[in-house]
């Protein structure tokens, strides 16, 4: 089980990259399961984005679609670094979106 602070680095000219404001970025978890890499290239060449990964990239954490105005998935828990006064940066990217 992956519990508590991880390190997650962002893909260059990807949607979270342009939201986080960053390259890396620490997230909390909680969870069990993992993206099995198994199906890794067949996705991406779907064009599925694997927008944040660990840092020694074996394991995904974010993904996205491109041609989407606002699809994006992540592995972490966003909801345990919001409050409603500083909304975790996903949460308020995605109401930006929901907006237009």
Do not use: W
């Not at 997230?27 to 020694?56: A, C, M, V, W």
């Not at 041609?67 to 966003?78: D, Y």
């Amino acid at each position: 089980m992956r519990l508590g602070d991880y390190p997650c680095v962002l893909k260059a000219k990807t949607k979270v990259q342009q939201v986080y404001k960053t390259d890396e970025i620490i997230e909390r978890h909680r969870h069990r399961y993992e993206f099995n890499n198994k199906y890794r290239q067949e996705l991406e060449n779907k064009g599925l984005i694997f927008s944040g990964t660990s840092p020694d990239g074996k394991l995904v954490e974010m993904i996205e679609l491109p041609n989407h105005p606002f699809f994006v998935a992540c592995q972490f828990h966003p909801e345990f670094k919001s409050r409603p006064i500083h909304p975790h940066p996903l949460f308020k990217e995605f109401i930006k979106s929901c907006q237009k």
